[in-house]
C-alpha cells in the first residue's frame, strides 16, 4: 500500500480514468488520498448517471440526436443510459426550422452522425427505412437522418448502448409498432447474437444486457384506451434478443400469428398482456416460438372491449398459459379460461383449468 501512495496524482487520475461509477466509489474508500483524488470524477459520473439512466426526448429540441452526439462525444454517458423511452410523438427538424432555426444541429455534429451510420455494421439497406417507406438505399437513409428522422437516428443510437435494459416502444393509433429502421438493425443483432452461441466471436454484441420490453406507455400516451397496442410482429425482434426475459405490452388485439421463419426462438420467461384481447390461437403460435419456461398472462377491462365482445359474442378467453420447461411440447402447457356470456356480466371466480392435450385447429 505505501509503494501505490507514493504514486504521483496523475498517475492515480489516469488509473482511475478506466473506471465507472460502481468502481470509482470502491477506489474512494481505500484511503483518504483516494478519495481526494476521485472526488472530482465521481462527483461527474453520479451526474452523468441521474442524467442518462433513462432517456427521452421531451426535453431535447432535437429529440434522440442531441443523445447520440452525446453519446459519440463521451463514451461514459453510453455506459450509464439503461432505460429507453421512445414516445409516440414524431419530431422532424424541417418543422421546427420555421419557428426556430437556431435548433438546428451544428455541420461538425451531423457529420459526425452521419460517418456513424456509414461505418455502422448493423445497418443495411434492405434495414433502411424511415417515414417515407422503404428506403431504396443508404443514401436515402442518411439524407433522412440529415431531415431529422427519428427512427433512422434511433436506429443508429440502440447499438451504441452496452448496458441498455429496457426499451419502451411506440404504437401507432391503430395498432402496430411505430418504427421502420429499428426493427431490422435489431432483428440483425438478434440473429448474430444466436450465431455467436453457436459458434463463438470474441466482439460484443450490441443488445447484451437488455431485459425487458413495454408496448405503449399509458403514462406517455393518454390516448390509448382509444387505440391498439404494439403488434407481435413488431415484438418479434426484440423478443428475439436472447437476454430478454420480460415483456409487458397494452392494448393487444391480436387474432393470428406467424413467427418469422429466419428469427430464432424467445428465451421471455414472463409475458404479460394488459387490457387485451389476443386470441388463443395467436397466443399459442407465440408459444411455439418461446424456448420455454415462460408463463403469459392476459389481462381484461370489460369496458375497454364491450363492443368488441358483443360483436364476437359468448367465448372461451384465456387468462393465462404456462409453458413448465424448456422446450416443453403443447400437450404439457397449462392454459386457464374463464367465458363471458353474452350480458358482459363480470367474469366467475372460478377458473376452469385445462391441462389435456392442446389440438391445433387445422381448419
Known sequence: ?????????????????????????????????????????????????????????????????????????NDD????????????????????RAFDPSVLPSE????????????????????????RGAARNMREFLVEIEEGD?????????????NLRKIELPAMRFGGLKMGSLPGVVERIARAAHTAEQFPLHDDLPLASLREIVGLNLKSNPIARLGFGVDFRGLAPFLAIPSVRKLWTLETHEPMFHWPLDLPKSRVEEVHFLESSISEQAARELG???????VMKQDFLMHTHRRHLQSTGPREHW?????????????????????????????????????????????
Open 1 to 73: 500500500m505505501a509503494d501505490i501512495l507514493q504514486l504521483p496524482d496523475e498517475l492515480l487520475l489516469q488509473v482511475q480514468s478506466n473506471f465507472y461509477l460502481a468502481d470509482l466509489e470502491q477506489f474512494n474508500l481505500v484511503c483518504r488520498r483516494f478519495a481526494a483524488v476521485s472526488y472530482r470524477r465521481c462527483k461527474q459520473h453520479r451526474a452523468l448517471r441521474r442524467k442518462y439512466r433513462r432517456l427521452d426526448v421531451l426535453d431535447e429540441k432535437l429529440g434522440w440526436f442531441d443523445h447520440l452526439v452525446a453519446v459519440l462525444h
Open 77 to 96: 454517458v453510453a455506459h450509464y443510459i439503461e432505460e429507453l423511452h421512445i414516445p409516440t410523438a414524431e419530431w422532424y427538424w424541417q418543422e421546427l
Open 108 to 131: 461538425a455534429d451531423l457529420n459526425l452522425v452521419l460517418e456513424t451510420a456509414r461505418q455502422s455494421k448493423w445497418i443495411s439497406e434492405k434495414d433502411a427505412c424511415g417515414r
Open 150 to 162: 427519428q427512427d433512422n437516428i434511433l436506429a443508429v443510437l440502440v447499438p451504441l448502448l452496452p
Open 288 to 294: 411455439r416460438a418461446i424456448e420455454g419456461p415462460c
Open 319 to 363: 387468462t393465462n398459459i404456462e409453458i413448465p420447461y424448456e422446450g416443453a411440447p403443447e400437450q404439457d402447457w397449462t392454459i386457464t379460461r374463464f367465458g363471458f356470456v353474452q350480458e358482459l356480466a363480470p367474469p366467475p371466480h372460478t377458473l376452469t383449468i385445462d391441462p389435456g392435450p392442446l389440438h391445433r385447429n387445422e381448419s
